[in-house]
């Protein structure tokens, strides 16, 4: 299957995994080997200035910690739009990439446009994503960078939308439809 770097995949109504109902997750890489990514719609109640004070230079004021997924939820890992992309630890698409686990902070501002801060990540084994996307557990959209560092209440449904015919009525469905 070709590489979903760069991409959205949203949550189906169908996916039951509590962990990823109704998220939208950035692919930050695939290949034969898996797939990792960050979930981009769960914002904590603790935000980046409370959590992990060093960063809050990079974000705006109560801006929250996101968690990026299940695994390993102590790790931190920041996103980035570059002023050049070269700058980035590696970049997932356009001028969006990850900063460096060594980058300075006192300098780092005047190179990022904006940033968001992520508690853990989302993971997958070789095949497992494929075999999910197969399943029609997924929906592939490519990613533009407000859907990383815009609001992110709305974000399953804005991407649905976006995404255009039966999944913009899919946009509508409430987050529970028993109770519709």
Do not use: C
């Not at 996916?15 to 904590?44: C, K, M, Q, S, Y």
């Not at 939820?73 to 060594?102: H, M, R």
């Not at 255009?164 to 987050?175: E, K, R």
């Amino acid at each position: 299957m070709e590489s979903l770097k760069g991409h959205l995949l949203v949550a189906s109504a169908d996916l039951a995994d509590p962990n990823f109902r109704r998220a939208v997750v950035l692919v930050t890489e695939h290949d034969d080997e898996g797939a990792l990514g960050v979930i981009l719609n769960r914002p904590a109640e603790t935000t980046v200035a409370e959590a992990v004070p060093p960063l809050a230079e990079l974000v705006e004021d109560e801006d929250p910690v996101y968690v990026g997924g299940p695994v390993d939820q102590g790790s931190v890992i920041v996103l980035a739009q570059f002023d050049d992309p070269d700058e980035a630890a590696a970049t997932i698409f356009d001028d969006v990439g990850f900063v460096s686990g060594d980058a300075d902070l006192d300098e780092l501002p005047e190179a990022i446009r904006q940033a968001r801060v992520f508690a853990g990540y989302a993971g997958w084994s070789a095949g497992q994503l494929d075999a999910e996307l197969e399943a029609d557990g997924w929906i592939v959209e490519p990613a533009i960078a407000d859907d990383v560092f815009g609001p992110s209440d709305e974000l399953w449904s804005d991407v649905l939308r976006r995404k255009g015919g039966p999944y913009a009525l899919l946009a509508t469905m409430p987050p529970d439809p028993s109770l519709n």
